[in-house]
């Protein structure tokens, strides 16, 4: 018995929306994705400029903000991915 494995590929972003709440992508396939805003703690702290000015990567793999260094892909917003804050290091 022979497996095959089979590579899926995801839509691609087209374009982002960025509010007070939430991050909505709009895919190739006519589906707008959105997730909250806290999944992403650096848009959470950017200012609306900040947020506005974003790069498409990897042929619409994923999104860019070059001014806060944030990344997001269409896998990890199709699959429920926050990303995760930085631990603090402790001074004592």
């Given amino acids: ?16 929306a960025v509010t007070e709440d939430s ?4 895919l ?12 992403s703690w650096r848009l959470s702290e950017a200012t609306p400029a900040q947020r506005a000015h974003y790069e498409l990567i990897g042929s619409g793999q994923g999104v860019h903000w070059p001014e806060i260094d944030e990344d997001i892909s269409v896998a990890g917003m199709l699959h ?12 004592v």
Avoid at 82 to 88: D, E, L, V
């Fill in 23 to 26: 991050i909505a992508a709009s």
């Fill in 80 to 91: 429920g991915t926050p990303a995760a804050r930085p631990k603090q290091l402790s001074t």
């Fill in 28 to 39: 190739s396939d006519g589906r707008t994705v959105s997730v909250p805003l806290a999944w």
């Fill in 1 to 16: 018995m022979s497996t095959v494995a089979i590579e899926y590929e995801y839509p691609r972003v087209m374009s982002v």
